[in-house]
């Protein structure tokens, strides 16, 4: 088993935690823990076409500023189609 496991934050559970951000508060934890993640792993948002919107929307959000919602809902259908491919892809 790879040790970096251990600390690396699951993908799916960043995937997980942008969608509560999308919902809840400026969470300075949850904040922090996605910068984390986004500088260390790099490839999961990436992968699927929302890194940038992600990262924008951390600052922006943060920043004191609501994230408008087209981005928003544009954000929630991607990652809704996310998480339901990762779980088709956990039962096989
Ligand atoms: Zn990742």
């Given at each position: 088993m790879?040790?970096?496991?251990?600390?690396e934050l699951d993908?799916?559970?960043?995937?997980?935690?942008?969608?509560?951000?999308l919902d809840g508060e400026c969470d300075t934890t949850t904040r922090e823990r996605l910068q984390h993640h986004l500088d260390t792993c790099g490839s999961c948002?990436?992968?699927?076409?929302?890194?940038?919107?992600v990262k924008s929307l951390l600052?922006?959000?943060?920043?004191?500023?609501?994230?408008p919602d087209t981005l928003r809902d544009r954000l929630k259908i991607e990652i809704r189609r996310t998480v339901?491919?990762?779980?088709?892809?956990g039962d096989v």
């Open positions: 790879n040790p970096r496991d251990e600390y993908c799916s559970a960043v995937i997980a935690d942008v969608w509560l951000m948002l990436e992968a699927y076409g929302i890194e940038e919107k600052s922006r959000k943060c920043g004191g500023e609501r994230a339901v491919i990762q779980q088709l892809d």
